[in-house]
Every structure is written in C-alpha cells, then in structure tokens.
C-alpha cells in the first residue's frame, strides 16, 4: 500500500510539473487564440515524400489548412519562435540539425515539451548538400543527426526528415522511406534566407499562401526576420480564416493527395544553380530541364 501512495504522489507531481511550464501559455488560449483545428497522423510505417515544391505529391489538406514547419534550430531566435506558438495555441514541426542539437539540448527538450513535432534535418547541414557526398557518408550524416536530436529531444523524435536545401537523392529518399521516414519538402516557403524587413516577409508569405490556398509552410527558427514577424503572421491566419493542422507520427495511413499533370519542381533548377559551383556546372540536376526561376532570386536552405 506504501508503494501505492508513493507512487500515486508521483503522479500528482508529474501532473502539476506538466501543468506548471508549457501549459502555463495554454490557459491563456480561449477562442481568440488560432490553435490547432486538427491533427494529421503521418503513417510511421510506411513513409513517402511529400510537398510539392520538391514532389509531385503533397499531405490532403483541405482548403485553408496550413501546417507550420520550422528548418535549422535551435538557435538564439527559437525562443521567440516558441513564446509566439504558445501564446496562440499553435503547433509546428521542427526540422532540427543535430549539431545545434548538441549545442543546445534544452531548447530541444522544451520545444518537445511545448508539443511541436521534432523532426530531422541532418547532422551537419553541409554547404554541398548530402548529394554531393557519398552516399555512406550523407546516410552517416543523416543518421547521427537522428541520434543527436533524438537523445537531446529526451528519447523520442519523429520520423520525419527534410534534406538540407532539399538537395535529395533517389536512393537517400528510398533508404529513408523503407526505415518508415516521410520525407518532407513544401509547399510554399517564406524565402527567409532572403534580406527583407519582417513585414516584407509577412506580405510575401502572405500573398504566397493566398495563392496555394493551403500547404505546408518552410520558415527557419533560425531567422531573426522569422521569429520577429511570426506572431503577426499567426495573428493574420485566424483573421484570414486558415486552420492550423498539426503533423504527428501515427499509424496511418498518411492522407495523400497527388500533384495535378504539368506539375514540375520548384527546387531542382534552384539545387542545380546552387550546386553548380561545386560541380563546375556538370552535376546531373543542372542537365534537368529547367522551371521558370521563382522570382527574387530564391534559393533554399
Ligand atoms: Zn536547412
């Protein structure tokens, strides 16, 4: 009966510790908040490549769903990035680089702790992308990345992955889905690698999302003009009447909706731009035929 009291005094701890940090924002949360109108379980199983920027394939959102997703924390910038999410309700996913992981292991933890998704984006990050290593030395990469978000997460991640300046390969995307990964690209980003004040990045983003309609959306944590306009943006989507959909690994099967005819890659002709300089113009992407450019010299982390 002892045990049982000590045990049942665990509980009640662990409740009120539960209740003391991340939902200490929650309470604030009434209608007024944009929160999350629904949960989509992404199938643990068996994995796929979604987003149409990259695939010609996407999650089945409804008209005015949008799912947040956040490239290259943690950094200094993620707090912010995290206080503006709470104090909306919202939930993102987070595509974390391992070595930043290591760096800063509690910000990993409370972003976990806060309900966001933690999701991978490769150890190192490389400059070259992991199409231009070797494919052990991208799978060796892509693999202490999981283990360093994984540990600094507190044990458990999600089994999503997106590939740095989404500079895939088949074989890199194959081996990810037969371990039960879905490989994210997008459908719209934000272009916050790009100089712009915050409020140039809202209107962009914006008007970017006016015309898909819906998506999955590419911001950085990283970016200090992304943790500054964010509260604003999720202030402008429950005016504007989007609903917030929050990814989780589950059982599935992951709702899929296959890109129309026509469909070409956004981010192929950027990749092989951006590559070209360490292949001398003789990578395989820069032969693909070529998209119109996206306009304002984009090109992605
Ligand atoms: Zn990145």
New binding site residues.
Partial sequence: MKRFSISKKFGFLSLALALASPAAARADCGPEALGVSRVIEIDRAHGAAVGLQTYPRTLDLNDHEVVLTF??GPADTTERVLSALAKECARATF?I?GQNAENMPGMVKRTAAEGHSIAH??YS?PAKTLRLMSEAAAKADIDKGIAAVTKAAGGTAAPFF?F??FADTPELVADLLARGYTVFGSDLWASDWSQMTPKAELDLVLSRLEKTGKGIVLF?D?QSITAQMLPDFLRELKKRGYKLVHIVPGDGPTPIAEAGPGWTSTTEPIIAKTLSKYTGGKDKAATQPQAPAPANGDH??
């Fill in positions: 490239d290259d595509f680089i984006h490769s990050h997106r740095p300046g950085h990283s992605t982390h």
